[in-house]
Protein backbone atom coordinates (compact mmCIF):
# COMPACT_ATOMS: atom_id res chain seq x y z
CA UNK A 1 0.00 0.00 0.00
CA UNK A 2 0.80 3.69 -0.66
CA UNK A 3 -0.56 6.13 2.00
CA UNK A 4 -0.46 10.02 2.58
CA UNK A 5 -0.08 11.35 6.16
CA UNK A 6 -0.60 14.50 6.70
CA UNK A 7 0.06 16.22 9.92
CA UNK A 8 2.20 13.06 10.51
CA UNK A 9 4.87 15.04 12.89
CA UNK A 10 2.33 15.90 14.89
CA UNK A 11 1.36 13.75 18.53
CA UNK A 12 -1.01 11.57 16.98
CA UNK A 13 0.26 11.42 13.10
CA UNK A 14 3.40 10.48 14.53
CA UNK A 15 2.54 7.80 16.96
CA UNK A 16 0.58 6.30 13.64
CA UNK A 17 2.97 6.77 11.40
CA UNK A 18 5.87 4.79 13.81
CA UNK A 19 2.98 2.12 14.10
CA UNK A 20 2.04 1.77 10.48
CA UNK A 21 5.68 0.95 9.80
CA UNK A 22 6.57 -1.28 12.18
CA UNK A 23 3.45 -3.55 11.25
CA UNK A 24 3.42 -2.81 7.27
CA UNK A 25 7.57 -2.63 6.58
CA UNK A 26 7.13 -2.81 2.85
CA UNK A 27 4.49 0.01 2.52
CA UNK A 28 4.89 3.08 1.31
CA UNK A 29 4.58 6.12 3.83
CA UNK A 30 4.54 9.67 2.86
CA UNK A 31 4.69 12.44 5.91
CA UNK A 32 3.27 15.65 5.00
CA UNK A 33 3.23 18.27 7.51
CA UNK A 34 3.87 22.26 7.60
CA UNK A 35 5.92 22.33 10.63
CA UNK A 36 4.02 24.24 12.62
CA UNK A 37 4.99 24.63 16.44
CA UNK A 38 3.34 21.26 16.99
CA UNK A 39 5.33 19.58 14.79
CA UNK A 40 8.50 17.96 15.25
CA UNK A 41 10.15 15.42 13.11
CA UNK A 42 11.68 14.23 16.24
CA UNK A 43 8.94 12.33 16.85
CA UNK A 44 9.85 10.49 13.80
CA UNK A 45 13.45 9.33 14.81
CA UNK A 46 12.71 5.87 15.12
CA UNK A 47 11.88 5.42 11.64
CA UNK A 48 13.34 8.35 9.50
CA UNK A 49 15.60 5.82 7.58
CA UNK A 50 13.00 3.50 6.90
CA UNK A 51 13.13 2.90 3.41
CA UNK A 52 9.64 3.44 2.59
CA UNK A 53 9.18 6.52 4.41
CA UNK A 54 10.01 10.08 3.18
CA UNK A 55 8.66 13.67 4.77
CA UNK A 56 7.79 16.34 2.65
CA UNK A 57 7.37 19.97 3.80
CA UNK A 58 3.63 21.45 2.91
CA UNK A 59 0.67 23.22 3.44
CA UNK A 60 -2.75 21.44 3.43
CA UNK A 61 -3.52 24.56 2.06
CA UNK A 62 -1.83 24.81 -0.66
CA UNK A 63 -3.24 22.51 -3.79
CA UNK A 64 -0.32 22.81 -5.80
CA UNK A 65 2.25 21.77 -3.76
CA UNK A 66 -0.16 18.36 -2.31
CA UNK A 67 -0.75 17.74 -6.04
CA UNK A 68 2.92 17.12 -6.04
CA UNK A 69 3.48 15.26 -3.25
CA UNK A 70 0.30 12.83 -3.26
CA UNK A 71 1.37 10.07 -4.94
CA UNK A 72 -1.76 9.06 -8.00
CA UNK A 73 -3.81 6.29 -7.26
CA UNK A 74 -2.59 6.11 -3.28
CA UNK A 75 -4.49 3.94 -1.20
CA UNK A 76 -5.33 6.67 1.27
CA UNK A 77 -5.22 9.80 2.59
CA UNK A 78 -5.22 9.93 6.43
CA UNK A 79 -6.07 13.75 7.47
CA UNK A 80 -4.17 14.37 10.97
CA UNK A 81 -3.51 18.22 9.64
CA UNK A 82 -5.23 20.69 11.97
CA UNK A 83 -4.91 23.44 14.62
CA UNK A 84 -6.31 21.94 17.99
CA UNK A 85 -5.77 23.89 20.61
CA UNK A 86 -8.98 25.27 22.35
CA UNK A 87 -6.87 28.12 23.83
CA UNK A 88 -5.61 29.20 20.61
CA UNK A 89 -8.72 29.32 18.30
CA UNK A 90 -10.57 31.92 21.35
CA UNK A 91 -7.61 33.87 21.13
CA UNK A 92 -7.79 33.74 17.31
CA UNK A 93 -10.11 31.91 15.07
CA UNK A 94 -8.96 32.66 11.62
CA UNK A 95 -5.97 30.17 11.15
CA UNK A 96 -8.12 27.38 12.14
CA UNK A 97 -10.86 28.08 9.73
CA UNK A 98 -8.01 28.48 7.34
CA UNK A 99 -6.47 25.31 8.32
CA UNK A 100 -9.09 22.86 9.32
CA UNK A 101 -11.71 24.01 7.36
CA UNK A 102 -10.27 25.38 3.99
CA UNK A 103 -7.35 22.71 4.46
CA UNK A 104 -9.78 19.95 4.33
CA UNK A 105 -11.71 21.24 0.89
CA UNK A 106 -8.31 21.85 -0.69
CA UNK A 107 -7.00 18.23 0.34
CA UNK A 108 -9.93 16.61 -0.39
CA UNK A 109 -9.77 18.14 -3.93
CA UNK A 110 -6.62 17.18 -4.63
CA UNK A 111 -7.11 13.80 -3.27
CA UNK A 112 -10.16 13.33 -6.16
CA UNK A 113 -7.73 14.32 -8.60
CA UNK A 114 -5.13 11.97 -7.60
CA UNK A 115 -7.50 8.96 -7.19
CA UNK A 116 -6.87 8.60 -3.95
CA UNK A 117 -8.71 4.89 -2.88
CA UNK A 118 -10.07 5.98 0.73
CA UNK A 119 -9.94 9.03 3.02
CA UNK A 120 -9.81 9.05 6.67
CA UNK A 121 -10.78 12.08 8.43
CA UNK A 122 -9.45 12.49 12.00
CA UNK A 123 -12.78 14.56 13.83
CA UNK A 124 -12.88 15.22 18.10
CA UNK A 125 -15.73 14.64 20.49
CA UNK A 126 -15.70 18.19 20.65
CA UNK A 127 -17.50 18.77 17.81
CA UNK A 128 -21.10 17.18 20.19
CA UNK A 129 -20.58 20.01 22.42
CA UNK A 130 -21.11 20.02 26.03
CA UNK A 131 -23.07 16.92 27.47
CA UNK A 132 -25.31 16.50 30.13
CA UNK A 133 -24.08 14.44 33.40
CA UNK A 134 -23.95 10.31 32.43
CA UNK A 135 -24.73 11.62 28.51
CA UNK A 136 -22.79 10.17 25.81
CA UNK A 137 -21.72 11.46 22.53
CA UNK A 138 -22.80 8.48 19.51
CA UNK A 139 -22.25 8.76 16.04
CA UNK A 140 -25.47 9.93 14.75
CA UNK A 141 -25.85 12.78 17.90
CA UNK A 142 -26.31 16.37 16.40
CA UNK A 143 -23.22 18.54 16.36
CA UNK A 144 -23.56 21.30 18.71
CA UNK A 145 -19.59 23.06 18.55
CA UNK A 146 -19.19 25.52 21.24
CA UNK A 147 -15.46 26.94 20.97
CA UNK A 148 -14.05 28.45 17.41
CA UNK A 149 -11.96 24.41 16.89
CA UNK A 150 -15.01 22.70 17.43
CA UNK A 151 -16.76 24.44 15.19
CA UNK A 152 -13.91 24.00 12.70
CA UNK A 153 -13.79 20.16 13.23
CA UNK A 154 -17.61 20.02 12.54
CA UNK A 155 -17.74 22.05 9.45
CA UNK A 156 -14.64 19.98 8.01
CA UNK A 157 -16.72 16.53 8.89
CA UNK A 158 -19.78 18.29 6.54
CA UNK A 159 -17.41 19.11 4.04
CA UNK A 160 -15.56 15.21 3.76
CA UNK A 161 -19.43 13.88 3.73
CA UNK A 162 -20.42 16.10 0.74
CA UNK A 163 -17.38 14.92 -1.13
CA UNK A 164 -18.88 11.73 -0.86
CA UNK A 165 -21.96 12.16 -1.53
CA UNK A 166 -21.00 14.84 -4.36
CA UNK A 167 -18.36 12.53 -5.92
CA UNK A 168 -18.54 9.28 -4.65
CA UNK A 169 -14.90 9.74 -2.55
CA UNK A 170 -14.94 6.59 -0.24
CA UNK A 171 -14.19 7.81 3.54
CA UNK A 172 -14.51 7.42 6.75
CA UNK A 173 -14.36 9.67 9.66
CA UNK A 174 -13.20 9.16 13.45
CA UNK A 175 -13.77 11.15 16.20
CA UNK A 176 -11.58 10.52 19.17
CA UNK A 177 -11.87 11.20 22.76
CA UNK A 178 -8.68 13.38 25.01
CA UNK A 179 -5.57 11.42 23.73
CA UNK A 180 -2.38 11.49 26.19
CA UNK A 181 0.84 9.61 25.48
CA UNK A 182 4.75 10.21 25.07
CA UNK A 183 5.46 12.97 22.53
CA UNK A 184 2.59 14.77 23.60
CA UNK A 185 3.03 19.07 23.01
CA UNK A 186 3.20 20.22 26.61
CA UNK A 187 0.43 22.99 26.21
CA UNK A 188 -2.27 20.06 26.37
CA UNK A 189 -3.01 19.34 30.05
CA UNK A 190 -1.12 16.05 31.27
CA UNK A 191 2.17 16.55 29.20
CA UNK A 192 1.99 20.14 31.10
CA UNK A 193 0.82 19.21 34.37
CA UNK A 194 3.39 16.28 34.47
CA UNK A 195 6.82 18.93 32.94
CA UNK A 196 5.15 21.50 35.97
CA UNK A 197 5.23 18.82 38.56
CA UNK A 198 8.80 17.39 37.44
CA UNK A 199 9.97 20.81 38.25
CA UNK A 200 7.61 20.89 41.16
CA UNK A 201 6.20 24.13 39.62
CA UNK A 202 2.11 25.05 39.97
CA UNK A 203 -0.63 23.35 38.00
CA UNK A 204 -2.93 25.52 36.60
CA UNK A 205 -6.38 24.26 36.64
CA UNK A 206 -9.42 25.96 34.89
CA UNK A 207 -12.55 26.70 36.93
CA UNK A 208 -13.52 23.99 40.09
CA UNK A 209 -11.69 21.47 37.60
CA UNK A 210 -14.99 19.50 37.75
CA UNK A 211 -14.73 18.79 33.51
CA UNK A 212 -15.23 15.60 32.44
CA UNK A 213 -13.09 14.23 29.95
CA UNK A 214 -13.00 11.17 28.62
CA UNK A 215 -9.21 9.66 28.00
CA UNK A 216 -7.68 7.07 25.42
CA UNK A 217 -3.80 6.22 24.84
CA UNK A 218 -2.56 7.61 22.01
CA UNK A 219 -1.48 4.25 20.79
CA UNK A 220 -5.08 2.89 21.74
CA UNK A 221 -6.24 5.14 19.63
CA UNK A 222 -3.59 4.42 16.14
CA UNK A 223 -4.74 0.84 16.53
CA UNK A 224 -8.44 2.36 16.08
CA UNK A 225 -7.57 4.00 13.38
CA UNK A 226 -5.59 1.12 11.87
CA UNK A 227 -8.45 -0.86 11.75
CA UNK A 228 -10.57 1.98 10.72
CA UNK A 229 -8.24 2.43 7.25
CA UNK A 230 -8.02 -1.24 6.60
CA UNK A 231 -11.53 -2.77 7.50
CA UNK A 232 -13.69 0.38 8.15
CA UNK A 233 -16.96 0.66 6.06
CA UNK A 234 -17.00 3.41 3.83
CA UNK A 235 -18.92 6.11 4.62
CA UNK A 236 -19.25 5.22 8.08
CA UNK A 237 -18.58 7.25 11.31
CA UNK A 238 -16.23 5.74 14.37
CA UNK A 239 -16.19 6.88 17.85
CA UNK A 240 -12.82 6.00 20.00
CA UNK A 241 -12.79 6.43 23.17
CA UNK A 242 -11.35 4.71 26.78
CA UNK A 243 -14.73 4.30 28.01
CA UNK A 244 -14.24 5.71 31.50
CA UNK A 245 -14.59 9.45 31.94
CA UNK A 246 -12.82 11.49 34.62
CA UNK A 247 -13.24 14.95 35.96
CA UNK A 248 -9.94 16.81 35.62
CA UNK A 249 -9.37 17.34 39.38
CA UNK A 250 -9.78 13.09 39.52
CA UNK A 251 -6.61 12.90 36.56
CA UNK A 252 -4.27 15.20 37.93
CA UNK A 253 -4.80 13.58 41.44
CA UNK A 254 -3.83 10.43 40.25
CA UNK A 255 -1.31 12.04 37.77
CA UNK A 256 0.57 13.63 41.85
CA UNK A 257 0.09 10.37 43.54
CA UNK A 258 2.04 8.25 40.77
CA UNK A 259 4.70 10.69 40.30
CA UNK A 260 4.95 10.79 44.82
CA UNK A 261 4.08 14.94 44.11
CA UNK A 262 1.71 17.23 46.30
CA UNK A 263 -1.65 18.29 45.85
CA UNK A 264 -0.40 21.79 46.64
CA UNK A 265 0.77 22.02 43.13
CA UNK A 266 -2.78 22.35 41.58
CA UNK A 267 -3.46 26.15 41.70
CA UNK A 268 -6.92 27.47 40.05
CA UNK A 269 -7.68 29.57 37.14
CA UNK A 270 -9.64 31.69 35.84
CA UNK A 271 -12.30 29.10 33.64
CA UNK A 272 -12.03 29.23 29.60
CA UNK A 273 -14.85 30.82 28.41
CA UNK A 274 -17.38 28.24 26.93
CA UNK A 275 -15.90 25.83 28.51
CA UNK A 276 -17.38 22.55 27.57
CA UNK A 277 -18.67 20.56 31.09
CA UNK A 278 -18.44 16.73 29.59
CA UNK A 279 -17.13 14.83 26.77
CA UNK A 280 -17.47 11.23 26.37
CA UNK A 281 -17.84 8.85 23.10
CA UNK A 282 -19.61 5.71 22.63
CA UNK A 283 -17.74 3.38 20.62
CA UNK A 284 -19.98 0.51 20.54
CA UNK A 285 -19.89 1.00 17.07
CA UNK A 286 -16.21 0.09 16.39
CA UNK A 287 -16.19 -2.11 18.99
CA UNK A 288 -19.22 -4.18 17.10
CA UNK A 289 -18.20 -4.08 13.84
CA UNK A 290 -13.94 -4.03 13.70
CA UNK A 291 -13.46 -5.65 17.22
CA UNK A 292 -11.76 -2.59 19.04
CA UNK A 293 -11.29 -1.92 22.57
CA UNK A 294 -8.91 0.08 24.30
CA UNK A 295 -6.79 -1.75 26.19
CA UNK A 296 -4.20 0.51 27.99
CA UNK A 297 -6.03 1.20 31.39
CA UNK A 298 -5.55 4.75 32.22
CA UNK A 299 -3.76 4.59 35.48
CA UNK A 300 -1.04 1.82 33.84
CA UNK A 301 -1.08 4.71 30.87
CA UNK A 302 -0.50 7.91 33.43
CA UNK A 303 2.14 6.09 34.86
CA UNK A 304 4.01 4.97 31.10
CA UNK A 305 3.64 8.52 30.22
CA UNK A 306 5.28 9.89 33.24
CA UNK A 307 8.23 7.69 32.76
CA UNK A 308 8.28 9.06 29.39
CA UNK A 309 8.78 12.50 30.18
CA UNK A 310 11.08 11.49 33.16
CA UNK A 311 13.60 10.02 30.14
CA UNK A 312 13.10 12.44 27.68
CA UNK A 313 14.53 15.65 29.34
CA UNK A 314 16.19 16.63 25.72
CA UNK A 315 12.85 16.43 24.12
CA UNK A 316 10.98 18.00 26.76
CA UNK A 317 13.76 21.05 27.36
CA UNK A 318 14.00 21.85 22.97
CA UNK A 319 9.91 21.88 22.87
CA UNK A 320 9.53 23.99 25.82
CA UNK A 321 12.62 26.87 25.26
CA UNK A 322 11.56 26.52 21.06
CA UNK A 323 15.23 24.97 19.71
CA UNK A 324 13.59 22.87 17.73
CA UNK A 325 11.80 25.20 16.11
CA UNK A 326 15.00 27.22 15.50
CA UNK A 327 16.56 24.09 13.90
CA UNK A 328 13.08 24.08 11.67
CA UNK A 329 13.57 27.61 10.47
CA UNK A 330 17.14 27.11 9.12
CA UNK A 331 16.58 23.71 7.71
CA UNK A 332 13.49 24.83 6.22
CA UNK A 333 14.42 28.32 5.70
CA UNK A 334 11.16 28.74 7.38
CA UNK A 335 10.52 32.88 8.00
CA UNK A 336 11.29 34.26 10.95
CA UNK A 337 8.60 33.97 14.10
CA UNK A 338 7.06 31.12 12.10
CA UNK A 339 5.68 28.95 14.44
CA UNK A 340 7.22 30.30 17.58
CA UNK A 341 5.90 28.79 20.59
CA UNK A 342 4.86 30.91 22.93
CA UNK A 343 4.87 30.04 27.04
CA UNK A 344 3.04 27.08 27.83
CA UNK A 345 0.94 28.06 31.02
CA UNK A 346 -2.51 26.87 30.47
CA UNK A 347 -4.28 23.93 30.47
CA UNK A 348 -6.50 21.66 27.51
Not at 142 to 153: G, H, M, N, Q
Request: hydrophobic share 35%; aromatic share 10%.
Amino acid sequence: MTIFVTGGAGFIGSQFIRDYIRLHPKDRVVNYDQLTYAGNLANLHSVAGAPRYSFVRGDVCDKRALMDAIPHGADAVIHFAAESHVDRSITGAAEFIRTNVLGTQILLDASRERAVKRFVHISTDEVGGSMKPDEWLYETSPLEPRSPYAASKASAEHLVRAAGETFGIDYVITRTSNNYGPYQFPEKLLPLAICNAMNDQPIPVYGDGMQVRDWVHVADNCRALHDVLLRGTAGQMYHIGGGSPKTNLEVLRTLLRLMNKPESLLTTTKDRPGHDRRYAVNFARIHRELGWSPEIRLEQGLSDTIQWYREHHDWVNSVRNGEYMRFYQNQYDLPPGCGTVEACTLPQ
